[in-house]
């Protein structure tokens, strides 16, 4: 059973950093490619960042392009996302999110908050 | 930006009724469309792909149909566990996937 589980979610002051980690299991985590999407207080789903199952290919959204950064260990099986700079309107519920056998997402963890606030 | 836009944002429907939800993109995205579910607190969950396929694990009580630009979602007999938040996603472009604002389906 593919499970993902996102932590370090917490409450940041505007201009703090914080690094998201999302635990993958059930499938062979270098084979996919993966994504982190957002859900902002009443809002709908963003798409935030993707990195192919090598890592040789990564794109960001334009909203967080230049402050936060995808990266993943495909010996732990985890998939990271640090953000740099932020901002209250980065406040959201963040999910890591893997692809199916095309860009639409198969598999999403729980989510995990972040809350920037001073 | 592809923009994807759903109605109704609420629809109020009693248990065992139909429910259609509408998907609409601001230019064609052929049938590279999904469908997810997401209930408060819980991972969303794909429901449909390709616009009318559904995902392993979907009951046949929901179908999907559309291509370029109109998309809809029908759940023939709404059951308990389909009162959520239905949200649409177009995978025509590429590396910029979006998704409509979502469809609140609550219990009439």
């Known amino acids: 059973e593919v499970q993902l589980l996102e932590s370090g979610g917490d409450l940041v002051q505007p201009g703090g950093t914080l690094r998201l980690s999302c635990a993958a299991s059930?499938?062979?985590?270098?084979?996919?490619?993966m994504n982190w999407v957002r859900q902002a207080p009443g809002k709908g789903l963003e798409w935030v960042s993707y990195?192919?199952?090598?890592?040789?290919?990564?794109f960001y959204a334009d909203s967080v392009k230049g402050r936060f950064t995808i990266s993943r260990d495909n010996a732990k099986n985890s998939l990271y996302l640090q953000m740099d700079s932020l901002r209250a309107e980065d406040t959201a519920v963040y999910y890591c999110?893997?692809?199916?056998?095309?860009?639409?997402?198969?598999?999403w963890g729980p989510g995990t908050l972040v809350a920037v606030s001073s | 930006e592809m923009v994807m836009t759903q109605s109704p944002a609420t629809l109020s429907v009693s248990p065992g009724e139909r429910a259609t939800l509408s998907c609409r993109a601001s230019?064609?995205?052929?049938?590279?469309l999904a469908w997810y579910q997401h209930k408060p607190g819980q991972a969303p969950r794909l429901l449909m792909y390709?616009?009318?396929t559904r995902a392993t694990g979907t009951p046949a009580r929901f179908s999907g149909s559309g291509s370029g630009t109109e998309f809809t979602l029908t759940i023939s007999s709404l059951q308990s566990e389909d009162f959520a938040v239905y949200f649409c996603?177009?995978?025509?472009?590429?590396?910029?996937?979006?998704f409509g604002q979502g469809t609140k389906v609550e219990v009439k």
């Open positions: 230019q064609s995205v052929s049938t590279k």
């Open positions: 059930g499938f062979t985590f270098s084979r996919y490619e």
């Open positions: 390709g616009a009318s």
């Open positions: 999110a893997k692809f199916g056998d095309l860009p639409y997402f198969d598999h």
């Open positions: 996603q177009q995978y025509y472009r590429w590396p910029s996937w979006t």
């Open positions: 990195m192919s199952g090598s890592g040789s290919a990564i």
